[in-house]
């Protein structure tokens, strides 16, 4: 994730702070997949970041398969994985 050119300071600074709390591992993995489709970053992490508030999570909407990204992200951390609603395509 990086700034774009013509951003105010403010923006600037939001980029920094979610760039921080991104792991390396799940950077290499959201950036491999935003090959294959479009990841955006959303909910709780944006909204600290706007507020100068600690960053706990993030969370990822994706064009295409959300449960792979879960998956990937999960083995890339050793961590869970969990489907939450495979009809809705929805892990964790």
Do not use: S
């Not at 090959?35 to 507020?51: E, S």
């Not at 909407?61 to 050793?78: D, H, I, M, P, S």
Request: net charge positive; aromatic share 4%; with cysteine.
């Amino acid at each position: 994730m990086a700034a774009k050119a013509g951003q105010t300071v403010r923006e600037r600074t939001i980029w920094r702070r979610l760039d921080r709390a991104m792991p390396e591992a799940v950077r290499r993995v959201v950036e491999r997949l935003a090959a294959r489709g479009r990841v955006v970053l959303v909910g709780g992490a944006v909204r600290d970041a706007c507020l100068e508030r600690p960053i706990h999570d993030l969370d990822f909407a994706v064009q295409g398969n959300a449960v792979e990204l879960a998956r990937a992200v999960a083995n890339c951390l050793r961590g869970d994985f969990y489907v939450m609603d495979a009809e809705r395509g929805t892990a964790r």
